[in-house]
């Protein structure tokens, strides 16, 4: 009898992680692996914030900071929203978080009760469902295919609420997909929220700046709702600054005042220096984030150029973050040298064993058709990396 809890033991591993890993151990065995599985850009953090970070520790920014995070730094936060997202929140509504991941996890663990429903576009990221099962909470998955561009309509929102619905959470631009909702399409789904004044939403905006259609829009912009929005946002993406976790989330008091409690509980406050670093990457403008932008879109139309010559690869164009979510289902049940693909995650494993090419499966992202490539990569990388995907799928039989 296991010693570990049912809370473990039901929880998955993260598959991003998981294939990560895998592609790790085939590179140590002297094999020359691409990596497309991890959702991380590939560009060094820009020097003035790496500056002040080194100013913040010779200026003995070293001890324990505040749960909810520096004053400056929510100051800075709540400024941002203002300037570019035309948004009003006061400091104290800002929560600083260990990553957006735990800004995440706090906004749900904060809402959500046993047995209540939160709504989930599908594909969706990996941890959100996780979340909610440590929440105790129940995932209620909405189908959105590639023909409707990974989006959900505001008709299967409607028919996906009942009683017992809490919360919606999603992204925008959306990892695994891509997809970026329009200001109409938010606004669509907000004249539903609004006839249900009970449930809360989740708003996902990390890739915010990875954006390749006009500026961004937030659902949170929608005054008759923005009080039951939670945004979560962070600094890994636009500023390259995975290694430094740091998110946010921007809601209201009572929500932030709540998140300040839970986080309180688990890790405090965010490391002192990644705040500093925080600051000056929102004072420093956005030059860094808009030139890294252009690569992404360089990137993209070279990737999916190459994707769409594939035979039997479904793709669309993603407006947005750096990813390709292409439908593979036409090599299920093919086969090489006795090995059938069953299924997106075999094909990733394929992929890995036969191209030497990481990529994700799709399953843990609520859709077993599809696979994530990541072109968060040099362009030389991409390249051969599609080269060999293509002569791998060609294999199959």
């Known amino acids: 009898m296991s010693a570990l809890s049912n809370r473990i033991n039901n929880l998955s591993e993260s598959a991003t992680i998981k ?3 895998m592609g790790r151990e085939l590179a140590a065995k002297g094999v020359d692996v691409i990596s497309l599985s991890f959702g991380e850009p590939d560009f060094h953090t820009p020097e003035h914030i790496k500056e002040a970070a080194k100013q913040a520790m010779d200026q003995n920014y070293t001890y324990y900071t505040p749960v909810s995070g520096y004053p400056d730094l929510r100051k800075a ?33 904060c809402l959500v009760n046993p047995g209540e429903e939160v ?3 599908t594909p969706y990221w990996v941890s959100y469902s996780e979340v909610v099962k440590l929440a105790e909470g129940i995932s209620i998955f909405i189908e959105a295919p590639v023909e409707q561009d990974f989006k959900i309509t505001p008709e299967q929102l409607e028919a996906a609420i009942t009683p017992k619905t809490k919360l919606f959470m999603f992204s925008s631009p959306c ?16 004249k539903v929220f609004e006839k249900h004044p009970n449930i809360y939403i989740l708003s996902d905006e990390i890739y915010e700046h990875i954006n390749f259609v006009d500026k961004h829009e937030s659902i949170a912009q929608f005054e008759t709702i923005k ?3 939670i945004i979560i946002n962070g600094f890994s993406k636009a500023f390259a600054m995975t290694g430094w976790r740091i998110g946010y989330t921007a809601s209201n008091k009572e ?19 990644t705040q500093k670093a925080g600051v000056a990457a ?19 139309d070279i990737v999916y150029n190459l994707l769409k010559d594939i035979e039997g690869v479904k ?3 993603p407006e947005g973050a750096f990813y390709f979510f292409p439908d593979v289902t036409s090599f299920f049940g093919k086969s090489y040298n006795g090995n059938t693909i069953k299924d997106a995650d075999e094909l990733s494993i394929y992929l890995l064993e036969e191209a030497h090419v990481a990529t994700v499966g799709g399953d843990s992202f609520g859709d077993k058709k599809s696979i994530r490539i990541s072109y968060a990569a040099a362009e030389d990388k991409l390249i051969e990396a599609v080269r060999r995907i293509k002569e791998a799928l060609g294999k199959l039989n």
């Open 19 to 21: 294939m990560a890993k």
């Open 255 to 273: 929500i932030a005042n709540a998140c300040d409690k839970m986080q309180g509980q688990i890790t405090s406050g965010t490391c002192s220096i």
């Open 77 to 109: 936060v709540a400024g941002k929203l203002k300037i570019e997202n035309g948004l009003d929140y006061d400091f104290s509504q800002i929560v600083v978080s260990t990553g957006a991941k735990q800004a995440i996890a706090n906004a749900v663990l």
């Open 119 to 121: 709504i989930i576009p």
């Open 315 to 317: 793709v669309n164009l």
């Open 282 to 300: 929102l004072e420093g403008g956005l030059e860094s984030v808009l030139k890294m932008r252009e690569e992404f879109k360089k990137r993209r």
């Open 175 to 190: 990892n695994p997909t891509g997809s970026v909702y329009s200001k109409n399409e938010l606004e669509g789904l907000a």
């Open 227 to 229: 009080d039951r929005v």
